[in-house]
């Protein structure tokens, strides 16, 4: 018995030694584990010792089997690993690059000018882009009917609910939440009903600038708006102030930057101090409180910034105008 047992074993590994291929080792394992194989064989024999023998023998084979078992399943373990070795592909060639994305322009933008805002003191407001009648017309001192309507063409969802048409409507939102001092701006997107064209489009940007207190003036607004844009478009910047019409400011001003590369003025801007009768309307006292606002369209600080004549470029998603930022 003893011979049969080496002579199994020897024989199972020299010749596991040799397989080459998966059928070959497929083969080993009938002869050897297989039902009709020779450790089968073996067990039969030990079924025919003497009860003498077989506590003995059983501890032999029981070894010799989980022995068999391991170094065939490790073989079969490398032969599988090794599949792919007649496959062609070349891991060390470079990958393929994922196409990368660009932060939009209008993005870019706007965080420079909300950092630029940030850097004096203004946090950073949200409000709502379907609002009421209330908060983007009425609350800002535009009564229905009021010419000053004509100015923005809406967007109605119903007779009361409108696309807001600028970004002032979180003044309304903002004043009615909290009390003074504020100091906030707001960017966001608005949408006006108007003819599509280079210069303008039916959904646009603006950044909101709303502070009140006790104290601010037209000269503080002129001095926060002349550090911005020359944060924003550099030292040398020429801008100019226009005396301007807005229900919710009084006085109210435009302001125009020089464009260098159209060589013409461009208007950035509507800005003035708050009408009393917005601070009326959300309930503070306007014999002691006042303040300031503006309004800028963002894309047409880009425009400036970068030189884009056409304001729909920036909304046609095409990468080989959006790589360029
Ligand atoms: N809301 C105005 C517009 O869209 C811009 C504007 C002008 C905003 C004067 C202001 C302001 O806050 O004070 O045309």
């Not at 078992?69 to 994922?98: I, V």
Request: charged share 25%; proline share 4%; glycine share 6%.
């Amino acid at each position: 018995m003893d011979k049969a047992i080496n002579k199994v074993k020897t024989s199972f590994h020299s010749e596991l030694e040799s397989c080459k291929t998966s059928e070959n080792l497929e083969q080993l394992r009938i002869k050897y584990l297989g039902r009709k194989g020779q450790l089968t064989d073996l067990f039969n024999q030990f079924g025919a010792l003497s009860n003498k023998e077989k506590p003995k023998y059983g501890k032999t084979l029981n070894i010799l089997k989980s022995d068999l078992t391991a170094s065939y399943n490790n073989k079969l373990a490398t032969f599988n690993s090794d599949q792919g070795s007649d496959d062609k592909r070349d891991f060390s060639l470079p990958g393929y690059a994922l196409p990368k994305g660009n932060i939009h322009p209008l993005e870019h933008v706007t965080d420079e000018i909300k950092s630029i805002f940030q850097s004096i003191g203004f946090s950073v407001a949200y409000g709502p882009e379907i609002d009421d009648d209330y908060h983007n017309f009425e609350a800002l001192n535009v009564p229905k009917h009021h010419p000053a309507r004509d100015m923005q063409d809406t967007f109605f969802i119903d007779s009361d609910v409108v696309l807001r048409t600028h970004t002032s409507n979180v003044q309304i939102h903002l004043m009615e939440n909290q009390d003074p001092p504020l100091r906030h701006i707001c960017c966001g997107r608005v949408f006006r009903n108007e003819a599509v064209s280079y210069k303008s489009f039916c959904l646009f940007h603006q950044v909101e600038g709303l502070v009140i207190n006790e104290s601010s003036s037209f000269a503080e607004m002129k001095g926060t708006l002349e550090y911005f844009a020359k944060e924003m478009f550099g030292k040398d910047t020429k801008m100019r102030f226009r005396p301007s019409y807005f229900p919710f400011t009084e006085p109210s001003a435009e302001v125009d930057i020089w464009n260098d590369k159209l060589n013409q003025w461009m208007e950035i801007l509507g800005c003035g101090m708050v009408n009393p009768n917005v601070l009326e309307n959300v309930g503070y006292d306007s014999e002691k409180y006042q303040g300031f606002a503006f309004g800028m369209g963002i894309e047409r600080i880009a425009m400036i910034k970068y030189g884009i004549r056409d304001i729909r470029l920036f909304y046609q998603n095409d990468k080989r105008f959006l790589e360029q930022f």
